[in-house]
């Protein structure tokens, strides 16, 4: 569950920052950007994939294995405690930018 959060988080800003790319007049350089090779990776398929598995890995955990009340809330916590880690992660990262 923990790593999770960083999973999905990087497959998103890929997918956010490949989509963004391809704007008009859009901020998201990719010509000589020395991020464009994480770029093409993250918002790629084999990352995309990666994504996908670890949903799918989760999802199935749960439905074999449903968690009581209070392990779901155990769950709950962990998840919204790596989300804000996370997300403090990326706004330091656009702080600097």
Known sequence: MAL????????EV??????EATLLNTWV???DNPY??????????????FVKAGLD???ARAADDSPSTT???EWVKVWEQCT??????WDAAMAAA
């Open 57 to 59: 890995l989760i999802e």
């Open 14 to 19: 890929g997918l956010w920052l490949k989509k």
């Open 71 to 73: 392990r779901f809330a």
């Open 84 to 89: 804000r880690f996370e997300r403090g992660f």
């Open 36 to 49: 464009k090779k994480w770029m093409d990776d993250y918002g790629g398929d084999t990352y995309q994939g």
């Open 4 to 11: 999770l959060a960083c999973l999905l988080g990087y497959g």
């Open 29 to 31: 350089v990719t010509d």
